[in-house]
């Protein structure tokens, strides 16, 4: 199997870049039933949205995306070729890139060192090691904190530098698990626009976890996960689609122009009925 | 970031763990290395005793290999010298007396006939050696190893009491071997005097002929030494054996390295059980770690690996530490009086070897197991462990 995203992008960039069938995940013990018959598709280069109250699967059709587990039922395919026990630590190492909610740094290497981390499994040459992660960490903006160690870094330049650790392969897919789940607003809107920014730039397809409907609300398409199954599946402007922007998901509301807001108590158009126990509303954005 | 700098990092996140499981590896190789060393030392300076005299061969009584106690007819030395091939015979006689008002345990009087080859190694620093026809037994003299000499606060014209008998010192030498200038020599008759033995040695040493010391010409002389026969045509029990194979031989060092093995065995046992310790502590606090760097793409190869060229990397530590210290206590302990007749203050590099593989050994064996541990682990299951 091919390795590498950029080939197959020129060679053959029609087929999606993920195509999960009846995706099934029963934890070992047999009493959590994660996943049933999941399916989906997703188009290389989308920036899609998993969304979903707590136990809902989501984390786990991550981690079945992302190669680090396997489905109890079913086929995930990878540009084509299915992911299978052999090849999932290469496909990690040289196609996928994780964030994770709680940043998950090497806390004695510094900002630098921690960038060059999954570089070991594809650059023998140290120079270009370093070269490589020190560009990754200008595009995230800390060139100047290179040297800093993970302790001695903000939460949001330490998700920054999290980033760079999972971009500085260049990934086809990126995937992140709640990514702005321990930042502050302004830091959680600083990462997010970097990690769309990079994303958009590498072409690369981004995968996102979240709880934040706000959030959700900013990617093209929202995927619904509720007790296992996929209970929604909303594409942003696309004809055929009953929710043109996510409007109608539960909690999202269209706030009279393009933009899709959060409801809320003070927002007129909220209603409690439609918005579920997990999406915890913040104050709806100012319209344009 | 180079790969050592990524396991220097991890070494010192926990120092304090690290530099003692450093401290009982560097124990563990220290006690091994000095012992081996010292009866490597030993073994060393016997040979050289022999080797550096030209000894080719060292005749003994049969099957009792080292054995001062056992003794030979002193007459038997002429039937030797006149064997072909044979350049010079010399009887040797050893006895070990303590001084113990100076504290000098088990110090050893060698008794040579006055005149012989053995004393052309001898370099004299005060006094003079023994003299024909002046020196008798009668009028007991002796000459004294320099360290020895200082050891009991000796010099030229002093009066040395051995076994109760006041010898007068007229010589002080320095040889190249430790053992000589630990010991003194006296007339082989005032040795005999103070054994109370006849006309005994403890053994001959045998010296070939300049261009007869090949391995061939080495083992007619063998066999003809121990073919020799008394008058009844009975053998005399003889056994002529190379130096290295005779001081190979000596109980003493016999019991030594058996005692190296012993310390060699518990040694690898501790150090690879502090090992294991460790390295499985590390392994259970950085388990979140590893499932990270699994999803980041590591094979689990790669993560075994990490944490067995920890185990080394701390064992290389442990054992640089382990060999100083052997060093630092054979340097102080070849000071000692009592003890620097006998020791040479260095190690060889074969004994330094030694500690190393005894360090890379526990670090693969404590190592490996954490390190399997940790290549199994699931991505999953390690990222979400508390």
């Given at each position: 199997?091919?390795?590498?995203?950029?080939?197959?992008?020129?060679?053959?960039?029609?087929?999606?870049?993920?195509?999960?069938?009846?995706?099934?995940?029963?934890?070992?013990?047999?009493?959590?039933?994660?996943?049933?018959?999941?399916?989906?598709?997703?188009?290389?280069?989308?920036?899609?949205?998993?969304?979903?109250?707590?136990?809902?699967?989501?984390?786990?059709?991550?981690?079945?995306?992302?190669?680090?587990?396997?489905?109890?039922?079913?086929?995930?395919?990878?540009?084509?070729?299915?992911?299978?026990?052999?090849?999932?630590?290469?496909?990690r190492a040289r196609r996928i890139g994780f964030v994770f909610q709680s940043f998950h740094l090497l806390p004695t290497l510094t900002a630098l060192e921690n960038v060059q981390i999954p570089l070991f499994e594809t650059l023998n040459d140290r120079r270009r090691r370093v070269a490589k992660a020190?560009?990754?960490?200008?595009?995230?903006?800390?060139?100047?904190?290179?040297?800093?160690?993970?302790?001695?870094?903000?939460?949001?330049?330490?998700?920054?530098?999290?980033?760079?650790?999972?971009?500085?392969?260049?990934?086809?897919?990126?995937?992140?698990?709640?990514?702005?789940?321990?930042?502050?607003?302004?830091?959680?809107e600083l990462v997010l626009s970097i990690l769309e920014s990079l994303v958009r730039e590498r072409r690369a397809t981004l995968v996102v976890v979240t709880h934040d409907l706000e959030i959700a609300a900013r990617f093209e398409r929202i995927v619904t996960l509720r007790d296992g199954r996929l209970v929604a599946d909303q594409t942003r402007g696309q004809s055929d689609s009953p929710f043109p922007c996510p409007l109608s998901h539960p909690g999202l509301v269209r706030d009279g122009s393009d933009d899709c807001i959060l409801s809320s108590p003070s927002n007129p158009t909220h209603d409690p009925s439609r918005s579920p126990a997990w999406a915890t509303p913040r104050p709806p954005r100012q319209p344009a | 970031m180079s790969w050592w700098r990524l396991i220097w990092s991890n070494i010192r996140r926990r120092p304090t763990r690290s530099l003692l499981t450093a401290a009982g590896i560097a124990a563990s190789v220290g006690a091994v290395v000095a012992l081996s060393g010292i009866t490597d030392s030993f073994r060393r300076n016997f040979l050289d005793l022999y080797q550096s005299r030209g000894i080719d061969l060292v005749v003994v009584r049969a099957g009792t290999s080292a054995n001062p106690g056992a003794k030979i007819d002193a007459g038997l030395g002429e039937r030797i010298a006149a064997l072909p091939d044979v350049r010079a015979v010399a009887p040797g006689l050893v006895d070990v007396v303590s001084f113990e008002r100076e504290g000098l345990i088990g110090v050893p009087i060698q008794g040579w006939p006055v005149g012989s080859f053995l004393f052309d190694e001898l370099k004299f620093v005060a006094g003079r050696p023994f003299v024909s026809g002046e020196d008798t037994p009668d009028t007991r003299k002796v000459i004294l190893g320099a360290i020895l000499a200082r050891n009991l606060s000796k010099t030229v014209g002093d009066t040395l009491e051995i076994q109760l008998e006041p010898f007068e010192i007229v010589g002080i030498y320095e040889s190249g071997n430790i053992f000589e200038n630990g010991s003194a020599v006296v007339p082989i008759e005032a040795l005999r005097d103070l054994m109370q033995i006849d006309d005994q040695v403890t053994d001959f040493q045998v010296m070939l002929a300049q261009d007869r010391r090949d391995e061939a010409h080495v083992k007619q002389v063998r066999d003809a030494i121990e073919s020799l026969r008394d008058a009844e045509g009975r053998r005399l029990g003889l056994a002529a054996l190379p130096t290295r194979d005779y001081v190979n031989g000596f109980a003493q060092l016999k019991i030594a390295e058996g005692m190296c093995l012993a310390t060699l065995t518990v040694a690898l046992f501790v150090g690879t059980m502090g090992m294991l310790n460790t390295m499985l502590m590390s392994v259970f606090e950085r388990t979140r770690e590893f499932g990270v760097l699994r999803a980041l793409g590591w094979r689990p190869g790669r993560i075994a690996w990490l944490v067995v060229t920890e185990a080394v990397t701390l064992a290389l530590l442990g054992a640089i530490l382990g060999i100083l210290g052997a060093w630092v206590l054979v340097v102080v302990l070849s000071g000692l009086p009592g003890i620097n007749g006998f020791l040479t203050a260095d190690l060889s590099p074969r004994i330094m070897l030694q500690g190393v593989v005894l360090a890379l050994i526990a670090a693969l064996l404590g190592g490996l197991h954490p390190a399997r541990r940790a290549a199994r682990l699931s991505p999953i299951e390690a990222i979400r462990h508390e």
């Amino acid at each position: 199997m091919n390795e590498t995203c950029d080939d197959d992008r020129d060679v053959n960039p029609s087929p999606p870049l993920i195509r999960a069938r009846g995706l099934d995940k029963l934890y070992p013990d047999g009493r959590v039933h994660a996943l049933k018959g999941v399916d989906l598709t997703v188009p290389r280069g989308q920036r899609l949205a998993i969304v979903g109250p707590s136990g809902g699967g989501k984390s786990t059709l991550l981690n079945l995306l992302g190669a680090l587990d396997s489905p109890t039922r079913g086929t995930i395919e990878l540009d084509g070729q299915p992911l299978d026990a052999t090849n999932l630590d290469a496909i990690r190492a040289r196609r996928i890139g994780f964030v994770f909610q709680s940043f998950h740094l090497l806390p004695t290497l510094t900002a630098l060192e921690n960038v060059q981390i999954p570089l070991f499994e594809t650059l023998n040459d140290r120079r270009r090691r370093v070269a490589k992660a020190r560009d990754l960490l200008e595009q995230v903006g800390l060139a100047d904190r290179a040297n800093a160690l993970p302790g001695q870094l903000s939460s949001g330049e330490r998700q920054r530098v999290a980033l760079a650790r999972a971009l500085v392969n260049d990934p086809c897919l990126i995937l992140a698990d709640e990514p702005t789940g321990n930042l502050d607003s302004a830091n959680a809107e600083l990462v997010l626009s970097i990690l769309e920014s990079l994303v958009r730039e590498r072409r690369a397809t981004l995968v996102v976890v979240t709880h934040d409907l706000e959030i959700a609300a900013r990617f093209e398409r929202i995927v619904t996960l509720r007790d296992g199954r996929l209970v929604a599946d909303q594409t942003r402007g696309q004809s055929d689609s009953p929710f043109p922007c996510p409007l109608s998901h539960p909690g999202l509301v269209r706030d009279g122009s393009d933009d899709c807001i959060l409801s809320s108590p003070s927002n007129p158009t909220h209603d409690p009925s439609r918005s579920p126990a997990w999406a915890t509303p913040r104050p709806p954005r100012q319209p344009a | 970031m180079s790969w050592w700098r990524l396991i220097w990092s991890n070494i010192r996140r926990r120092p304090t763990r690290s530099l003692l499981t450093a401290a009982g590896i560097a124990a563990s190789v220290g006690a091994v290395v000095a012992l081996s060393g010292i009866t490597d030392s030993f073994r060393r300076n016997f040979l050289d005793l022999y080797q550096s005299r030209g000894i080719d061969l060292v005749v003994v009584r049969a099957g009792t290999s080292a054995n001062p106690g056992a003794k030979i007819d002193a007459g038997l030395g002429e039937r030797i010298a006149a064997l072909p091939d044979v350049r010079a015979v010399a009887p040797g006689l050893v006895d070990v007396v303590s001084f113990e008002r100076e504290g000098l345990i088990g110090v050893p009087i060698q008794g040579w006939p006055v005149g012989s080859f053995l004393f052309d190694e001898l370099k004299f620093v005060a006094g003079r050696p023994f003299v024909s026809g002046e020196d008798t037994p009668d009028t007991r003299k002796v000459i004294l190893g320099a360290i020895l000499a200082r050891n009991l606060s000796k010099t030229v014209g002093d009066t040395l009491e051995i076994q109760l008998e006041p010898f007068e010192i007229v010589g002080i030498y320095e040889s190249g071997n430790i053992f000589e200038n630990g010991s003194a020599v006296v007339p082989i008759e005032a040795l005999r005097d103070l054994m109370q033995i006849d006309d005994q040695v403890t053994d001959f040493q045998v010296m070939l002929a300049q261009d007869r010391r090949d391995e061939a010409h080495v083992k007619q002389v063998r066999d003809a030494i121990e073919s020799l026969r008394d008058a009844e045509g009975r053998r005399l029990g003889l056994a002529a054996l190379p130096t290295r194979d005779y001081v190979n031989g000596f109980a003493q060092l016999k019991i030594a390295e058996g005692m190296c093995l012993a310390t060699l065995t518990v040694a690898l046992f501790v150090g690879t059980m502090g090992m294991l310790n460790t390295m499985l502590m590390s392994v259970f606090e950085r388990t979140r770690e590893f499932g990270v760097l699994r999803a980041l793409g590591w094979r689990p190869g790669r993560i075994a690996w990490l944490v067995v060229t920890e185990a080394v990397t701390l064992a290389l530590l442990g054992a640089i530490l382990g060999i100083l210290g052997a060093w630092v206590l054979v340097v102080v302990l070849s000071g000692l009086p009592g003890i620097n007749g006998f020791l040479t203050a260095d190690l060889s590099p074969r004994i330094m070897l030694q500690g190393v593989v005894l360090a890379l050994i526990a670090a693969l064996l404590g190592g490996l197991h954490p390190a399997r541990r940790a290549a199994r682990l699931s991505p999953i299951e390690a990222i979400r462990h508390e």
